[in-house]
């Protein structure tokens, strides 16, 4: 069983930065891609930032490129997201997730495993 625990989350105000993490339980975690999700309050879950099993290759939602940066470290079992110049509208619960596959997709119905989520809160 894997565990993903998000972190980071937190209260900023527009045009702030936060960087959120995601601890993952497990001896497979470099084998997987992984992804970065988030809710709004009455919106559906939406892709924002994915990564392959490498971090060599990462895809980000158009809204983020540019702002957001995605990234891991295999060592230490942590993928990352860097969100700079936040904007009220980036105020939702933010998942991390495991893909079924190496690639880190843009579907969640690709990510088989979801951590329980963290809140970013973004003040205008």
């Known amino acids: 069983q894997v565990q993903l625990v998000e972190s980071g989350g937190g209260l900023v105000q527009a045009g702030y930065s936060l960087r959120l993490s995601c601890a993952a339980s497990?001896?497979?975690?470099?084998?997987?891609?992984m992804g970065w999700f988030r809710q709004a309050p009455g919106k559906e879950r939406e892709f924002v930032a994915a990564?392959?099993?490498?971090?060599?290759?990462?895809r980000y939602a158009d809204s983020v490129k540019g702002r957001f940066t995605i990234s891991r470290d295999n060592a230490k079992n942590t993928v990352y997201l860097q969100m700079n110049s936040l904007k009220p509208e980036g105020t939702a619960v933010y998942y991390c997730?495991?893909?079924?596959?190496?690639?880190?997709?843009?579907?969640?119905?690709?990510?088989?495993?979801w951590g329980q989520g963290t809140q970013v809160t973004v003040s205008s």
């Open positions: 997730a495991r893909d079924v596959e190496q690639f880190g997709g843009t579907m969640d119905r690709r990510y088989d495993y």
């Open positions: 497990g001896r497979t975690f470099s084998r997987y891609g």
């Open positions: 990564i392959n099993w490498t971090g060599g290759s990462t």
